[in-house]
C-alpha cells in the first residue's frame, strides 16, 4: 500500500514509477507507466506480466545488466535501454534510475524507479553522430580531392613547363630535332590537362545541380559507331578488338546524346586500357520488360567485387595489374561521372566483374526511355 502522501505522486507524475521484488516481479506501476506499455489499467498489466512474463528489453543482456549494477551498489543511474512496449512489440528508448529499498537489517525488499521515453533524443543523438560522420567523410573527401588534384595538375604542368623551357632556351643547341618530340609531349601533357579540368568541371556541375540534358530522340547504334571510330587508332595500337552488339530493330532512346556518349567514350576508353592485346570490348544493348540495358563488356583484367564497388568513387584509381598507360591512366573520375550521368537520366550503372575474366559495366534505363520507332515512309 502507498502512503497517502505519496499517492498523489504516484498517480500523477508524468514519468513511469514502479516497484519490482528482488525476484523480479512487478508489484507497481504507475499510470504514465501503464500507458507507455499500452496498457489500459495497472491491473491489466501486472496480470499480463505475471501470466506471460516480462521480456521488456530487446536485449536480454540489459536485464541481467541492470539487476546486477543495483544488487552490487544499490542504485542504477541513467540506465539507456532499447525495450518494447508490451502490448504492441513496438520499440523505444528509456532511461531508467533505481534504487533498493532495504528492510531493518538491510536486505532488499523493492527495488523502486523512474522510467522516462527518451526515443527522441536518441534519435536526435544518432541524427548528430551521423551529421558528424559525414562531415568527417566530406573533410576527408576534400583532403583526397586537394592531394589528389595536387598530383594530377603538378604532373603535366610539370612536363609542359620543363620541355618548354628546353625548346625556348635552345639547350640542345639551335635546331637539335627532339624539340619536335618535345612539341609533341607538351600537346600530350595540355590534352590531358584540358581533360582532367573538363571531368573536374562537370563533376562540379552536377554536385551542384546545375548540369542539365538536352534530351532529344537518340539513336543508340549511331553513338555506338561513332564512339568506335573515335578509338580505331588507339584500338590498333592496342591490339583489342571493337565489337558492334546493337540490334538493328535497337528503338530511340530518350536521352542527352552528348552525354550519352560521353558515358560510352569514358567506358570504352577505360574497357581498352585494362584489356591486354588480343582483346575484345563489345558495346552491346537490350530491351527487358524491365528497362533497357546498355553494355560495355570486355575481356580484360577484371576486379574483385570490393574493388568493382571502389571504383564508381571518384578518384579511385584500381590497381589490378594491368595498364597500358603505364602511369595508372586519368583521375578516376571517368566511372563516377558516369554513375552521375546515368542518374541524371533517371538510370543507374552497375559493374560486373571477375578477377581475371574481364568486366561488364551496364547502364540501366527505365522502359519509358524507349521511344516508338519511326513508320517507315
Not at 549494477?69 to 533505481?98: C, D, H, K, P, Y
Not at 555506338?224 to 565489337?243: D, P
Not at 560510352?264 to 528497362?291: C, H, M, Q, W, Y
Request: proline share 5%.
Amino acid at each position: 500500500m502507498l502512503d497517502s502522501n505519496y499517492r498523489s505522486f504516484f498517480e500523477n507524475a508524468n514519468i513511469g514509477l514502479y516497484r519490482v521484488t528482488p525476484g523480479r516481479g512487478v508489484v507497481r506501476a504507475n499510470p504514465t507507466l501503464v500507458a507507455l506499455n499500452g496498457y489500459a489499467s495497472e491491473a491489466e498489466m501486472l496480470r499480463d506480466l505475471a501470466e506471460n512474463g516480462n521480456d521488456w528489453y530487446v536485449d536480454p543482456e540489459r536485464r541481467a545488466e541492470f539487476y546486477r549494477q543495483i544488487s552490487e551498489t544499490g542504485r542504477v543511474e541513467q540506465f539507456v535501454s532499447e525495450v518494447r512496449r508490451m502490448t504492441t512489440g513496438e520499440t523505444l528508448w528509456i532511461s531508467e534510475n533505481a534504487w533498493a529499498v532495504r528492510d531493518a537489517d538491510g536486505n532488499a525488499i523493492f527495488y523502486e524507479g523512474t522510467v522516462q521515453d527518451v526515443t527522441d533524443r536518441v534519435n536526435a543523438d544518432r541524427q548528430l553522430a551521423r551529421a558528424r560522420l559525414q562531415a568527417e567523410s566530406a573533410s576527408q573527401a576534400k583532403s583526397t580531392f586537394l592531394a589528389v588534384m595536387s598530383h594530377e595538375l603538378r604532373s603535366p604542368l610539370n612536363a609542359i613547363i620543363g620541355f618548354a623551357e628546353i625548346i625556348a632556351g635552345k639547350l640542345l643547341g639551335p635546331s637539335d630535332p627532339r624539340y619536335f618530340e618535345y612539341a609533341e609531349d607538351i600537346r600530350i601533357s595540355g590534352t590531358h590537362l584540358l581533360g582532367l579540368i573538363g571531368d573536374i568541371l562537370d563533376l562540379s556541375k552536377i554536385g551542384a545541380g546545375k548540369m542539365h540534358l538536352d534530351e532529344r530522340p537518340v539513336d543508340l547504334a549511331s553513338v555506338a559507331t561513332r564512339t568506335a571510330r573515335l578509338f580505331a587508332a588507339n584500338l590498333s595500337k592496342a591490339q583489342v578488338r571493337l565489337e558492334l552488339a546493337v540490334p538493328a530493330d535497337f528503338p530511340p532512346l530518350l536521352a542527352d546524346p552528348m552525354r550519352l556518349g560521353q558515358i560510352l567514350i569514358n567506358l570504352v576508353s577505360n574497357a581498352i586500357k585494362f584489356t591486354p592485346p588480343g582483346g575484345t570490348v563489345t558495346i552491346a544493348a537490350e530491351t527487358r520488360a524491365d528497362g533497357i540495358a546498355i553494355r560495355v563488356i570486355d575481356t580484360g583484367v577484371g576486379m574483385t567485387p570490393a574493388e568493382a564497388t571502389r571504383a564508381l568513387e571518384p578518384f579511385v584509381q584500381i590497381g589490378n595489374g594491368f595498364d597500358r598507360s603505364g602511369s595508372g591512366g586519368g583521375t578516376g573520375l571517368g566511372l563516377s561521372i558516369c554513375r552521375e550521368l546515368a542518374t541524371l537520366h533517371g538510370g543507374r550503372l552497375t559493374i560486373d566483374s571477375v578477377k581475371g575474366s574481364g568486366t561488364t559495366v551496364v547502364l540501366h534505363l527505365s522502359p519509358d526511355r524507349a521511344l516508338p520507332r519511326p513508320a517507315a515512309g
